[in-house]
């Protein structure tokens, strides 16, 4: 077997090494000290959030979400089928059924015309996902939220860096989460951001974020001592986390400007692939700019797919599908509630390939891998 070229690795170097080393040496670990303010108020800077609330993931990011609205048990909320599952789970963690439709065959993003169809009395909330770092169609999604007084709740676990007509992802909804995860473009290994765009929002997610406390109204000079207020958890990351991820998010641009070199440099060289009726490429709407989170192919069928993940692997390169029908999962027929049919999401579920992508990727492992792509 050839040595493996990774699908994806976080790009290292002297600045998360100094940072870190820098919070070990201050021997203040715990979460929401220098770094992590640091983090919080460059986050608000890049996407224009009246708050921005660090956590442990972008899973932490939409648990805190139910949690900040106030959600009942028996409320819904419509989400994508084709998605991670803590989009879902995090709102079934709270009673909340998620009701799933099918997404976009271009953009593989929620399908907005079906979200009236999926609409019920219970009805909370719509979840767009941005996936691959492409913006969902924002307007019309938040238009029709406005219409029918819903909350619009982004997962742009994957949009750090992404804008919808000159508008960064994670400042549409009235909270949005981002992920720092080590497979994402910015990462602190594990990591991830609660964007607060309402600010009446922002003291019900403190004391969400601060374990049911009002800790902050404390720390703040608010209160003379701070007691359980509300149900809330740990959400927050320590200050070892916090610097790797400052780091990064200080080279977000240079990092993000890379991946979109790789990304067109893909997208060029499979055209004929394309023309030869073989695969569809992504498509990144009018008006959208991304970040080259992800570079994915979409084969005819399963089987191409398999063949196609086959000559890479051969060859030593890593190739991945993506998510599987979520509304099909055990936990979905249990929790949630599929709504229409789903034929985009499960041809993707198996037709799509995701190709090796990260900021130092050498340009050769693109020309290489579509070498071995264009011979099929
Ligand atoms: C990565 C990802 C998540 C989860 O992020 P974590 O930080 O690992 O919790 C959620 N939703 C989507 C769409 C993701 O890509």
Not at 183 to 211: D, F, H, Q, V, Y
Not at 335 to 350: L, N, S
Request: hydrophobic letters at 40%.
């Amino acid at each position: 077997m050839p040595a493996k070229t990774p699908f994806t690795q976080p790009t290292i170097g002297d600045r998360e090494r100094d940072y870190v080393l820098e919070a070990l040496e201050s021997r203040e670990l715990a979460g929401n000290g220098r770094f992590t303010k640091a983090c919080q108020s460059l986050l608000e800077q890049k996407t224009g959030a009246a708050k921005v609330i660090l956590t442990h993931s972008a899973t932490g990011a939409l648990d805190m979400m139910p949690l900040v609205l106030d959600m009942e048990p028996g409320d819904e909320v419509i989400v994508p089928s084709f998605t991670f599952v803590s989009t879902a789970n995090a709102f079934a963690l709270r009673g909340v059924v998620p009701v799933f439709v099918d997404v976009r065959a271009d953009t593989l993003n929620l399908d907005e015309t079906l979200i009236e169809g999926a609409l019920t009395g219970r009805t909370r909330a719509v979840v767009p996902v941005h996936y691959a770092g492409v913006a969902c169609e924002m307007d019309t999604i938040m238009e029709i939220a406005r219409r029918h007084g819903l909350a619009v709740l982004e997962d742009a676990a994957q949009g750090i860096g992404s804008t919808y007509k000159g508008k960064p992802l994670g400042s549409f909804g009235e909270l949005s989460a981002l992920s720092f995860h080590a497979t994402k473009n910015i990462t602190a290994g594990e990591g991830g951001a609660l964007l607060i765009n309402e600010p009446a929002l922002i003291e019900r997610a403190e004391i969400a974020a601060e374990k049911g406390t009002n800790r902050s109204l404390f720390v703040r000079g608010e209160v003379d001592k701070y007691t359980w207020v509300d149900l809330g958890s740990s959400f927050m990351p320590g200050e070892m986390s916090a610097a790797l991820l400052l780091a990064q998010l200080e080279q977000e641009n240079e990092i993000n400007d890379r991946r979109r070199m790789l990304w067109e440099r893909y997208h060029h060289a499979l055209m004929p692939l394309e023309q030869r009726g073989l695969v569809h490429r992504p498509t990144v709407p009018a008006g959208c700019v991304h970040n080259g989170h992800i570079y994915y192919l979409m084969f005819t069928d399963g089987e191409a797919q398999q063949r196609a993940r086959n000559a890479l692997v051969a060859a030593g390169f890593n190739a991945s599908s993506h998510y599987g029908a979520l509304h099909n999962s055990p936990a979905a027929r249990r929790f949630g509630r599929a709504e229409g049919r789903f034929a985009v999401t499960e041809h993707i579920a198996t037709s799509l390939l995701r190709l090796p992508l990260f900021a130092h990727m050498e340009t050769g492992v693109v020309d290489r891998v579509s070498e071995i792509l264009l011979q099929l």
